[in-house]
């Protein structure tokens, strides 16, 4: 599960920053913006020394809906040494803001791997309300594509069969039926 730094905003009072005074990390976490009264703007800045080693996934500038919970990830470098910085919340266009001293130590397990809660939630599409590809797939008019095979499939054929009456050599009847059977196996892997 992905480390999270809480912040609390509007707790006691509109624009209100809450965060802890210090937060060590060794992996990639989540800023988790939860706001506990009316919406605000949200900017999450980290100082030069935490930015060589963190990076924050987005813009850095958010609206945190009434009564809402955002998270912002943050990527984090590996480091051989520990790497301490700073992270700013600012809200009220920086009217208030508090800061985090975040320590990036060594560590981490390279055989990780980070999952979200966005893979628990079904993926957003485009084709929502559409039926499932099964039923989408028509049977009815070919592609350009398979029209062009098709085309180039008859003309083997036909150069075969006019050789074969042309020559009446029993190895180019041999040969005239390798070019059919070929095409007849290339038509149907493209069409099944």
Not at 119 to 133: V, Y
């Amino acid at each position: 599960m992905t480390p999270v730094l809480l912040v609390e905003l509007n707790r006691g009072a509109l624009h209100e920053v809450e965060v802890p005074a210090e937060f060590a990390i060794g992996e990639p976490f989540s800023v988790e913006l939860r706001n506990h009264g009316e919406s605000v703007h949200v900017h999450v800045r980290a100082d030069e020394a935490l930015s060589a080693v963190a990076r924050i996934d987005t813009d850095g500038n958010l609206f945190v809906e009434r009564e809402t919970t955002q998270s912002v990830p943050v990527g984090v470098e590996r480091v051989d040494s520990p790497v301490t910085g700073t992270l700013e919340i600012s809200t009220g266009y920086g009217a208030e803001q508090r800061t985090v001293e975040v320590t990036v130590e060594p560590g981490g397990d390279d055989d990780a791997v980070d999952v979200d809660e966005t893979l628990s939630r079904p993926p957003d599409s485009d084709d929502a309300g559409s039926p499932p590809l099964s039923e989408r797939v028509s049977l009815g008019v070919p592609s350009r594509r398979s029209l062009a095979l098709l085309g180039v499939g008859a003309v083997a054929v036909a150069v075969a069969a006019a050789v074969t009456t042309a020559v009446r050599s029993p190895a180019v009847l041999v040969g005239a039926g390798v070019v059919v059977g070929a095409v007849l196996v290339a038509l149907v892997a493209v069409f099944t």
